[in-house]
T-cell receptor, first 109, second 112 residues
Framework: GIQVEQSPPDLILQEGANSTLRCNFS?????LQWFHQNPWGQLINLFY???GTKQNGRLSATTVATERYSLLYISSSQTTDSGVYFC???????????FGGGTRLMVKP | DAGITQSPRYKITETGRQVTLMCHQT?????MFWYRQDLGHGLRLIYY???????DKGEVPDGYVVSRSKTENFPLTLESATRSQTSVYFC???????????FGQGTRLTVV
């Protein structure tokens, strides 16, 4: 099946810093989503982005499908950005989202 | 309220008991999914359903049973719970297999 790798696995930032999270996948995809799992365990949809670039406030994402990677940018980080960020992909091989291992982000005040 | 809801939020059960986790969505999405989240394994698909009365196995189906008699509900049953099934369970739904999926708030299940 498709492999999804996220980097870095852990990230500690000072409030106000910027960061880039990366998601690499091993095959072509027709769906890619970014999620934020907050400290209460909820999975919150950030972006549905099989290709191209999208922005939502301080967050933006870019997927380059031909090169099999996606990037999530967080600017001016806040303590509420803390949690785990997951990338998940879907391809024609199956009817499910395959998740990466996540990036655990801690933003310090 | 619109959306996808799971119940219960927390459950403790004993080894060998049957337990059912509920999932309800109000969007009339065709697809529904059950995932489990474990440390070291991330989120893994247990079962999914493409429509009412159509279900199929995911990556880790052993020990679980699903049914979908109505579009909006997708219960997950552990017929005889084992300690290895202690996990956080997430239900999700989407219009098709590859459109945006939305997740419920999760059920934390502990088997003692």
């Amino acid at each position: 099946g498709i492999q999804v790798e996220q980097s870095p696995p852990d990230l500690i930032l000072q409030e106000g810093a910027n960061s880039t999270l990366r998601c690499n996948f091993s095959d072509s995809v027709n769906n890619l989503q970014w999620f934020h799992q907050n400290p209460w365990g909820q999975l919150i949809n950030l972006f549905y982005i099989p290709s191209g670039t999208k922005q939502n406030g301080r967050l933006s994402a870019t997927t380059v499908a031909t090169e099999r990677y996606s990037l999530l940018y967080i600017s001016s980080s806040q303590t509420t950005d803390s949690g785990v960020y997951f990338c998940a992909v879907h391809n024609n091989a199956g009817n499910m989202l395959t998740f990466g291992g996540g990036t655990r982000l801690m933003v310090k005040p | 309220d619109a959306g996808i809801t799971q119940s219960p939020r927390y459950k403790i059960t004993e080894t060998g008991r049957q337990v059912t986790l509920m999932c309800h969505q109000t969007w009339s999405h065709s697809y529904m999914f059950w995932y489990r989240q474990d440390l070291g394994h991330g989120l893994r698909l247990i079962y999914y359903s493409a429509a009412a009365d159509i279900t199929d196995k995911g990556e880790v189906p052993d020990g679980y049973v699903v049914s979908r008699s109505k579009t909006e509900n997708f219960p997950l049953t552990l017929e005889s719970a084992t300690r290895s099934q202690t996990s956080v369970y997430f239900c999700a739904s989407s219009w098709t297999a590859d459109t945006e999926a939305f997740f419920g708030q999760g059920t934390r299940l502990t088997v003692v």
